[in-house]
């Protein structure tokens, strides 16, 4: 059936009004460097039913709303596997728990004592214990610190919170006495979910891989994004239906499916969608907000607003110290988990239907929860800085190292402070024990280097201790624990941990300890790389940049590009990315001499095979020079490295010989040396 032209769409000319006031609002804010959420939020107040009345069908927008929430947790899932959730059910229930039953009983008691009844003051304390899954991961997502001990701990508390509002939409009844099987029903709710778990985990091993396959061999595009969506709707269908949220059936979805090897393709298919709801989402936030009841009220408002960041920032920075977490990070945790969230907005409702809150109550709560909200980017934004210089206090720095004492003599005995060090010289530190830590412990171990690993993750810390790992639990900022470390005799600093603030101020107090120790960092992104560089950092090396090399390296392999030629153009690639990048800095001596000599470059070789015209001989008869146009600047023969390179020296097989020339004629030397 074809549509008549004169048929009219309400939500349609919405749309329009939404999109179109969005993106002139955002664009202004954009010039004012305010961030896009808080855009979306005052779109949503200046078009919705106390501004401007520009919308009709609030309704419509409340859908694409839900749509947006169902998207945001879908793509959040497709980022974790399950192996990943398990890594952090730790965070999950000790940090969650903590983090929503103190919020709970400080809200309780604070509202009962100045008044309200004792089930409507707990109601408050449901409400104004949930945080927004939504902006704050999203905010951590933009900034790339999904992945930082914060970022996780932050996200298994979001979880937390997301699980328990069920129960807490269950127990709402039982508080306005309306209910009499509520054991019962929560019992019911474990069931289901258990049920729903059971589905998930089936499904991520067998169905979706084995479903993905059949529609990749089709080839069909169309076919691959309608099966996405298909799996994002119908477990969060399916988790509305067994009584539990869509939001969290819409993150199980996503878990689904990243246990499959399509997951980049699924986030990339469905995050358009994902960006274009989201923004519905925040715009009917923005739209319940009454401005004139904000006016009359606005002292009040402020001070109820400052009250909650301060009451939820101190008790979510408590969860992430009895998580054993320093204080810098338990900070950026309460720096990020203070604002109310969108499932309060939810839970608010049924306290409305139940008569727990009165619309004037509930205007104060909108009005405190949308002022969290609209201050939560700005307040991350300077978390890092904030928490670095609070943490740098000594009182705070103490009362952390005392709770963290308290937190291992009672509940993580097998995780140390320290480990016997005494003997360490000349060794490789490594701080931060993930994938690229745990690769550098395993080339290290594989050559015979001797090394101690830094690390935060108490789980991590547990696992490889018992697999013989030098690890201590420590947080590296400290100057004690560098110490610890024994840094000032050690070779080699590896930095490879996903926070940026803290990964400068490790480098500051690694250069005030020792000078000459060589400090490689592994940073993400590129633009990271100089104030590294001129903090101390003899190298650092940017992922994003190392991840493009490799691409294009691959992509010359598939065209048969001669690997001379491929190394040649790598090279150039690097110089001219990291040249730029050095300034006025420290370097070690053979990084010396390349930088005066920028055509010219070192490498150490090890001399795998006797040849007449380098070994067994004194270099005045071998002339490597002459023959080879390199330059011997050092040989290390075992554990001792010589550089007083003279005529008499006498390379030999087995030597790590050091040498110094143009690229293509190290190469040339090192195919005469090599087997």
């Known amino acids: 059936m074809i549509l008549a032209a004169n048929v009219e769409i309400p939500i349609l000319s919405d749309i329009v009004v939404i999109l179109g006031l969005a993106i002139f609002v955002i664009l202004l804010f954009r010039r004012l460097k305010v961030p896009p959420i808080i855009g979306f939020l005052i779109t949503g107040i200046i078009a919705g039913p106390y501004g401007f009345q520009m919308i009709d069908a609030t309704e419509g927008v409340r859908v694409f709303?839900?749509?947006g929430v169902i998207l945001l947790l879908f793509i959040i899932g497709i980022e974790f596997s399950i192996k990943s959730l398990a890594s952090i059910k730790k965070a999950v229930f000790i940090g969650g728990t903590i983090q929503v039953f103190a919020t709970v009983l400080v809200v309780s008691l604070v509202a009962y004592n100045i008044g309200f009844e004792l089930n409507s003051a707990i109601f408050l304390g449901?409400?104004?214990s949930l945080s927004s899954t939504a902006i704050v991961l999203n905010i951590l997502k933009d900034k790339g610190e999904t992945a930082t001990p914060h970022g996780k701990t932050i996200l298994a508390i979001l979880i937390f919170q997301d699980i328990i509002v069920v129960p807490m939409m269950l127990f709402t009844p039982l508080l306005a006495g309306e209910s009499s099987n509520i054991w019962l029903e929560i019992l019911s709710m474990l069931v289901k979910a258990a049920l729903l778990i059971a589905f998930v985990l089936v499904s991520a091993k067998y169905i979706v891989p084995w479903l993905f396959y059949q529609i990749a061999k089709t080839k069909s595009k169309e076919m691959f994004v309608l099966v996405v969506v298909l799996v994002c709707f119908s477990v969060a269908w399916l988790s509305s239906f067994l009584g539990l949220s869509l939001a969290l059936g819409a993150f199980l979805a996503g878990i689904i499916i990243s246990e499959s090897e399509y997951s980049h393709q699924a986030a990339s298919n469905i995050l358009p969608f994902h960006e274009l709801f989201t923004s519905f989402?925040?715009?009917s936030i923005g739209m319940l907000l009454d401005i004139f009841f904000v006016a009359d009220h606005f002292l009040i408002i402020v001070a109820l607003t400052m009250a909650v960041i301060i009451v939820k920032g101190i008790i979510a920075t408590f969860a992430g110290t009895m998580l054993a977490y320093p204080a810098r990070t338990s900070l950026r945790i309460g720096l990020s988990l203070f604002q109310v969230g969108e499932f309060a907005f939810i839970l608010a409702t049924v306290g409305l239907t139940y008569g727990l809150i009165s619309d004037n109550i509930n205007q104060y709560f909108l009005s405190v929860?949308?002022?969290?909200?609209g201050i939560t980017p700005i307040i991350i934004g300077f978390s890092g800085k904030w928490a670095d210089k609070i943490a740098s206090n000594k009182i705070a720095t103490k009362l952390g190292e005392q709770t963290q004492k308290v937190f291992f003599t009672f509940s993580d005995t097998s995780v140390e402070t320290s480990v016997e060090n005494e003997d360490l010289d000349k060794h490789i530190v490594i701080i931060g024990f993930g994938l690229n830590g745990r690769n550098v412990a395993k080339a290290a171990k594989s050559v015979g280097i001797p090394y101690i690993i830094s690390e935060l993750n108490t789980e991590t810390i547990r696992k490889h201790k018992a697999e013989g790992e030098p690890i201590i639990y420590g947080d590296a900022i400290q100057p004690d624990v560098l110490k610890s470390l024994s840094v000032h005799k050690a070779k080699v600093i590896v930095i490879a941990i996903s926070d940026t603030i803290a990964t400068r101020r490790i480098i500051s107090n690694i250069r005030m300890i020792s000078s000459t120790v060589h400090i490689i960092v592994r940073t993400r992104f590129i633009t990271e790389v100089e104030e590294n560089l001129r903090l101390?950092?003899?190298?650092?090396?940017?992922e994003e940049f190392e991840t493009s090399v490799e691409i294009f390296t691959?992509?010359?392999?598939?065209?048969?590009?001669p690997q001379k030629k491929i190394k040649e153009f790598i090279r150039g690639i690097r110089s001219d990315n990291y040249e730029m990048l050095r300034g006025v800095l420290k370097r070690n001596p053979l990084q010396k001499?390349?930088?005066?000599f920028p055509d010219l470059t070192t490498a150490s070789y090890e001399i795998e095979r006797d040849h007449s015209e380098i070994t067994n001989k004194p270099i005045s008869e071998t002339n490597i020079r002459k023959n080879f146009g390199v330059t011997v600047i050092g040989i290390k023969r075992g554990l001792e490295l010589n550089t007083q390179i003279g005529p008499e020296t006498t390379p030999k097989k087995g030597d790590i010989i050091i040498v110094f020339g143009k690229p293509e004629d190290l190469e040339h030397f090192y195919e005469k040396i090599s087997i």
């Open 554 to 561: 691959r992509v010359l392999n598939q065209y048969l590009v």
């Open 281 to 283: 989402f925040f715009v």
């Open 65 to 67: 709303a839900e749509i």
């Open 593 to 596: 001499i390349t930088e005066e």
């Open 369 to 373: 929860s949308l002022f969290s909200m």
């Open 536 to 542: 101390g950092a003899d190298e650092v090396i940017p």
């Open 126 to 128: 449901f409400i104004f």
